[in-house]
C-alpha cells in the first residue's frame, strides 16, 4: 500500500522549529524566479496521442489516473520514487503525487487536467521549513504554469485544488467518471470504489500499452543496449568477483549510471541459487567450475526496461554437463522464436519451447517418461525441471500489460508492436534424486526482449551473444579488451 506523504507528512526527530527572526531572514534577499515558461518535452505529440486514444474508449466519463506517492521507508526515509506507468505512459511527468483527469468535454473527447505541486518559489517559508516538498530539502519542483506548458496538457491546477475537483465529479451522480485505483489513498479516499467499472479503466490502460509505439522501440532498444553493457561490466568484474552482491552492486551501478534504475531486482544467482527463479537475496559465492544466472535488465531514464538473462560460466568455460543442458535450453528458445508471428497464440511460443525440452530432457534420460506422455495437458511432468512459462510482455513494466483480459493477452493472439521475453529454462534442484547427479544444482535461463513484425518478429536483444560457444567467446573478448 502506498503511503501518502502529502496525506501524512514525515516529522523526523531531529526536527527543531526556526525562530522567527530566522524565518524573516530567510525570506529576503533571494534573485525573482525566471518568468520564461520551459519548453514542451520531446515527443509531446506522442503522449498526447496516447491521452487522445484513451479519451475515445471513455465518452462522456472523467478518467482519474493517480501516479503515486514516494513510499516511507522509517520515520522521514523514503525510498525513491518512481512514477506510476499508466500515469507517465500519458504524461511523460516524473513527478510523484500528480493526478491526470480526463474531463468530457460537451461536444465529445476529454480535456487533459493535470494537478501538480505548486512551486510558490520565496513567496513563503516552506521552500525552507516543509521537509517533504520544500525546494532546499527535496529540490524544486516545476509547478502548475510550468507543467502545462513542459508536457503540453490543456489544463495544469494545483494539487490544493483536487479534493474540491474530485468531489465535483461524483456530486449527485450527474458526471460519470472511472478511476485507477490504488496508487494513491488520497484519490481513493476522495472517490468511492467502483470495483469493476475502475477495473475496466485499467484494463483499458493495460490493453492500450500491449502494442509499442515508435517511442517505445526506440526506448525498449536504448534500455536493452545498456543492460548489455551492465552484463559486459558483470563479466569483467568476474575475474575478480567472489559473491553474488558484487555481481548485483556491478550491474547495478551501470543501471545508475545509464538509466533510471534496474528495472526489477537483478537476480544474480550462482551455482544452485541459479534453481531458485527469483533469487535476489544475491548473498551467495560465485566460484569458478559454477554457472552464473544473471537476470537482470536497466530501466532507462523514459523508464522503459530490458529483461535479459544470460546464464554464464564464471572460468569462462562450460563444464560437459552444462554444456549438454545450456545448447538444450538454447534450442528450445531457437524453436519458441520459429514460431513467432502476427496471428499466432501468445502461448504458441511457449509450447514449441517446452516441446523441444521435453524430448531433449527424455534424450538425456532425465524424464522418466516419453516425453509426449510428459507434454500431455493433464501431466505437464516437464515442469518439474522447466517450472514457468516461456514469455510475458515487456515495456514500462517488467511484467507489462498485467491488467488486460486474457483474451487480450495470455490467451490472445500476437500483433505487430508487441514486445515480450522469450525466456526458456531449465532447474535441477540439488535435492531432486529424480536428475542424474551430475546434472543436479544446474540452473539455465536464456532470455531474450522481442518484438512482432509484420515478417515475424525482431530479436532486439540479437547482439547479446547467447549460444555456449558465442558466450564463452563473448566473454574471451571482455576479458582480453580488460588487459589491453
Ligand atoms: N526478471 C523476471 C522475469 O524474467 O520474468
Ligand atoms: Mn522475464
Ligand atoms: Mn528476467
Redesign the pocket.
Known amino acids: 500500500m502506498s503511503n501518502d506523504r502529502s496525506e501524512t507528512p514525515a516529522k523526523a526527530s531531529h526536527d527543531t522549529l526556526p525562530p522567527k527572526a530566522l524565518l524573516d531572514f530567510m525570506m529576503t534577499k533571494w534573485k525573482p524566479a525566471l518568468a520564461k515558461l520551459p519548453s514542451e518535452q520531446p515527443n509531446a505529440a506522442t503522449f498526447r496521442a496516447r491521452r487522445r486514444a484513451l479519451s475515445k474508449l471513455f465518452p462522456g466519463e472523467a478518467l482519474v489516473i493517480p501516479t503515486g506517492h514516494e513510499k516511507r521507508r522509517a520515520n522521514d526515509t523514503v525510498y525513491r520514487f518512481r512514477p506510476g506507468s499508466d500515469f507517465y505512459y500519458l504524461t511523460g511527468n516524473l513527478e510523484p503525487d500528480c493526478v491526470l483527469v480526463l474531463v468530457p468535454k460537451p461536444g465529445g473527447g476529454h480535456n487533459d487536467v493535470l494537478f501538480v505541486e505548486p512551486n510558490p518559489g520565496h513567496s513563503d517559508a516552506t521552500f525552507f521549513t516543509d521537509r517533504n516538498k520544500g525546494e532546499l530539502w527535496v529540490g524544486p519542483r516545476l509547478g502548475v504554469r510550468e507543467s502545462r506548458a513542459r508536457f503540453g496538457v490543456d489544463v495544469a491546477r494545483g494539487l490544493p485544488e483536487l479534493a474540491g475537483f474530485l468531489g465535483t465529479l461524483h456530486d449527485g451522480g450527474k458526471l460519470r467518471w472511472r478511476a485507477v485505483r490504488t496508487l494513491s489513498e488520497k484519490v481513493d479516499a476522495l472517490l468511492p470504489d467502483q470495483g469493476e467499472r475502475d477495473g475496466k479503466l485499467a484494463t483499458a490502460l493495460s490493453e492500450l500499452r500491449l502494442v509499442k509505439d515508435a517511442l517505445e522501440l526506440r526506448e525498449l532498444s536504448a534500455a536493452i543496449a545498456a543492460t548489455k553493457r551492465g552484463f559486459e561490466d558483470v563479466i569483467r568484474s568476474l575475474k575478480t568477483s567472489r559473491n553474488e552482491r558484487e555481481v548485483e552492486g556491478v550491474f547495478n551501478l551501470r543501471a545508475r549510471v545509464e538509466g533510471n534504475d534496474v528495472g526489477?531486482n537483478t537476480?544474480a544467482a550462482s551455482g544452485a541459487n541459479a534453481c531458485i527463479l527469483h533469487w535476489t537475496r544475491n548473498d551467495g559465492p560465485v566460484k569458478k567450475g559454477d554457472l552464473l544466472l544473471l537476470?537482470a535488465g536497466i530501466e532507462g531514464n523514459s523508464l522503459y526496461t530490458a529483461?535479459i538473462?544470460r546464464t554464464l560460466p564464471v572460468s569462462g568455460r562450460f563444464t560437459p554437463a552444462q554444456r549438454d543442458l545450456y545448447s538444450l535450453v538454447a534450442d528450445a528458445q531457437a524453436a519458441a522464436m520459429d514460431v513467432i508471428r502476427p496471428g499466432a497464440d501468445f502461448m504458441d511460443p511457449h509450447r514449441a519451447a517446452m516441446r523441444v525440452l521435453a524430448h531433449g530432457l527424455e534424450l538425456l534420460g532425465i524424464l522418466p517418461f516419453p516425453a509426449e506422455e510428459a507434454l500431455k495437458e493433464e501431466n505437464q511432468f516437464y515442469k518439474r525441471y522447466s517450472l514457468h512459462n516461456t514469455s510475458?510482455m515487456l515495456g514500462l513494466d517488467?511484467?507489462d500489460c498485467a491488467q488486460a483480459r486474457a483474451e487480450a493477452y495470455k490467451q490472445g493472439r500476437l500483433k505487430v508492436g508487441m514486445v515480450f521475453?522469450v525466456?526458456p529454462g531449465l532447474y535441477f534442484q540439488l535435492d531432486d534424486l529424480s536428475v542424474p547427479a551430475r546434472f543436479r544444482g544446474i540452473g539455465i535461463r536464456i532470455?531474450d526482449n522481442v518484438v512482432v513484425t509484420e515478417q515475424g518478429y525482431r530479436n532486439l536483444s540479437l547482439d547479446i551473444p547467447r549460444g555456449t560457444g558465442e558466450v564463452e567467446a563473448w566473454m574471451a573478448k571482455v576479458w582480453r579488451a580488460k588487459r589491453s
Request: no cysteine; hydrophobic share 20%.
Open positions: 526489477y537476480i537476470d529483461d538473462t510475458h517488467v511484467h521475453t525466456e532470455e
